[in-house]
């Protein structure tokens, strides 16, 4: 079906996905399954830096004296390259190959997490932190995610995009209270260590079982029709950098990826950006012990993987647009209520609020992924790169901003009061895209070399 022959406003990935049979084989377990538990792992490995920042910001800050804008500066800088990182990422991984992309990153997550251990001055936090950590981690965000569902499977597409989603929270769930015992017991040098240890970890499996594509191992994507052809696409010509330019220059250019774009730079600055950096410092303002704040952030990621994973099956059932705009709102509501809920201790309400904030915390990926797949096709994964380039800028300048207001103002209230009033701004943003053709997301004129948006569909 042409892009131009649908219906408006009403995308194939908000509705289930086509009746097919998970293709036969030899193989008890469809191989794409191995593919997706790897893919698991990795996205795990690296999530262990992701828990950094919010346990060690206040030992940098008492063992060094550099201000919490500085230290949530460089978190600032992690944050704007693990998004422009991205689109660049999927470019190369459509060209290269996966397995040598999620290799060097990872091999850069472990060297970037480890050297912070010897410095000395705050620009070589910037570094480590900020552009090694952040290039390394940006190769395996939610493009990775978008590849390998896209690639490996047909039928329960959503689901997975879901289950690798929630990989992430998987990961704040098990490095948080380790990272938080490991600073308070044994210094924050050997949290790093340890933040290091496990990306090197998953290496190897990356070149076990990441394989590249289904034609790779001589069958099709789980659940793909009866008669797909095995082989797979030609791989794009030209440099990856140009391919992923040339994609965004495409896509800038249509309504729908304004949108999406500009909501999920909301979506990014109301979770990593300011909760999943500046929750720990904000309770410890209001005199929560560290440890405790970590096992409620901790918490959060316990039920993300809830949310995330339900909020894929509903993807595969449900219009994306309203999952989107129903997310965004209760998010707004949750965080102007957050100020009135720190206390000293751990109490009813606040873990009301971590159970209600974790299942809605990136709940948002899974249908972002399928509207950005029924716009944009088989670039899908590189304009949902540049999305969450957005998504990560958005976050930055929380993370930045908020250090800033609490440098400045000695409490982070304002910066909840703002998250929230831009969590509604989002979620009028996603009624907008109701209002839009999906089959606008085509630009009108195809130049050379532009990507075909309607090829996949």
């Not at 893919?39 to 910001?57: E, H, N």
């Not at 990422?89 to 472990?110: C, H, N, P, W, Y």
Request: aromatic share 8%.
């Amino acid at each position: 079906m042409s892009l131009t022959d649908r219906r408006a406003g009403v995308p194939d990935a908000a509705s289930p996905a086509p009746a097919s049979t998970p293709e036969r084989s030899s193989h008890r377990i469809h191989p794409a399954w191995w593919v997706a538990v790897v893919t698991f792992l990795t996205i795990i490995g690296a999530a262990g830096f992701r828990s950094t920042p919010g346990v060690l910001m206040t030992p940098l800050h008492e063992e060094f004296g550099w201000p919490m804008g500085v230290i949530g500066g460089a978190v600032s800088v992690n944050l704007i390259l693990f998004g422009l990182a991205a689109p660049f990422s999927a470019a190369f991984m459509e060209r290269l190959g996966i397995q040598r992309v999620i290799a060097v990153a990872l091999v850069l997550v472990s060297v970037g997490s480890l050297l912070p251990v010897w410095m000395t001055q705050s620009w070589q936090l910037v570094l480590c932190w900020g552009i090694v950590v952040g290039m390394g981690t940006g190769a395996m965000s939610m493009g990775l995610v978008a590849i390998v569902a896209g690639r490996w499977f047909v039928a329960r597409r959503g689901l997975v995009t879901g289950i690798l989603t929630a990989a992430g929270a998987t990961g704040q769930l098990v490095f948080l209270p380790v990272l938080a015992w490991l600073a308070g017991n044994h210094g924050w040098r050997s949290a790093a260590i340890a933040t290091s240890t496990a990306a090197l970890t998953v290496v190897p499996l990356v070149l076990w079982k990441l394989h590249d594509h289904p034609s790779v191992l001589g069958l099709t994507a789980y659940g793909a029709p009866a008669g797909t052809p095995v082989a797979r696409p030609p791989r794009p010509t030209g440099h990856p950098v140009h391919l992923a330019v040339d994609t965004l220059r495409h896509a800038a250019r249509t309504r729908v990826f304004c949108l999406l774009a500009g909501s999920f730079a909301v979506c990014g600055a109301s979770t990593n950006g300011l909760v999943g950096t500046h929750f720990i410092p904000a309770a410890h303002d209001h005199g929560m012990p560290t440890t405790t704040a970590a096992g409620l952030l901790a918490l959060v990621g316990v039920f993300d993987v809830v949310g995330t994973i339900f909020s894929g099956w509903l993807t595969d059932r449900v219009d994306a647009r309203i999952l989107l705009a129903a997310y965004y709102t209760l998010r707004g509501g949750s965080l102007f209520l957050l100020p009135s809920l720190f206390s000293d201790s751990m109490h009813v309400n606040m873990l009301a609020f971590v159970l209600f904030y974790g299942l809605d915390w990136v709940a948002t990926v899974p249908p972002t992924i399928a509207l950005c797949r029924s716009a944009y096709g088989e670039r899908a994964s590189i304009v949902f790169g540049w999305v969450f380039a957005s998504h990560q800028l958005g976050a930055a300048a929380a993370a930045l901003g908020a250090g800033l207001v609490r440098d400045h103002l000695g409490t982070y209230t304002l910066a909840w009061y703002v998250a929230g009033a831009l969590c509604l701004v989002a979620a009028v943003m996603c009624v907008a895209i109701t209002t839009a053709r999906l089959s606008d997301a085509s630009p009108r004129r195809r130049d050379a070399g532009a990507p075909d948006d309607s090829a996949a569909q």
